[in-house]
């Protein structure tokens, strides 16, 4: 799941900006390639990064994850993609289209922008989160984070396979090959209309598991 995900899960579980701030920080990490460490910060920050790991955990295990990377990857291995690019693409894939749903939802889109915009006021705190030779960098990325905001392109799937192409580009197992980015995104698409369909749902779901 990815922190659009996230912050609509913890936003149904408690009321704290801070705690949906702490929900997306290891995404937010994740995005920047920084390691979080164990060294939580205090309070609501940290119940939502305990509620991120305990979100992800049943996220990945759910029928509605499983299904969707189990049928992308069979697809993407048979158009000719390679192994680790496909496994990859089904993973994040319906992640992101789930965050697009997510930010089509007024109300949703208000709370993921609500718990983003804690980033800055809480900088500070969060320095903990890395060794301390990164932590420049951390608080630069989070500054570029904090500014950028939600992204606003995931209800496309062909710009979700581009961005696909430059998430996966570093690592050579996963890298796409820019032939099959085009493919990707038409295989996105197919799948697209039934996670706009079952998206809410899913968090209605994974809320009330994690009560």
Do not use: C
Not at 9 to 17: D, F, G, R, T, Y
Not at 72 to 79: G, Q
């Amino acid at each position: 799941m990815n922190l659009g995900g996230h912050i609509a899960v913890a936003a149904k579980l408690s009321e704290s900006p801070d705690v949906w701030l702490g929900a997306a920080l290891p995404d937010v990490g994740a995005m920047g390639r920084f390691n979080l460490l164990g060294d939580d910060p205090q309070g609501d920050i940290a119940d939502g990064i305990a509620l991120h790991h305990a979100t992800d955990d049943l996220f990945h295990g759910h029928d509605w994850f499983k299904g969707h990377q189990a049928n992308l990857f069979a697809a993407l291995t048979e158009a000719g993609v390679k192994r680790g690019a496909a496994k990859a693409v089904a993973h994040v894939g319906p992640e992101l289209l789930l965050d697009g749903e997510l930010l089509g939802n007024q109300a949703m889109k208000d709370q993921i922008n609500a718990g983003m915009a804690r980033l800055l006021p809480n900088i500070d705190s969060v320095e903990v989160l890395v060794q301390p030779q990164k932590r420049k960098d951390w608080r630069l990325h989070l500054g570029r984070v904090a500014r950028r905001g939600a992204p606003t392109f995931y209800d496309d799937p062909h710009q979700v396979a581009l961005s696909l192409e430059r998430i996966l580009s570093g690592r050579p197992r996963l890298a796409l090959d820019p032939r099959h980015v085009e493919l990707i995104g038409h295989l996105l698409a197919e799948v697209h209309p039934e996670i706009q369909e079952t998206g809410l749902a899913l968090v209605d779901d994974l809320a009330d598991s994690l009560r």
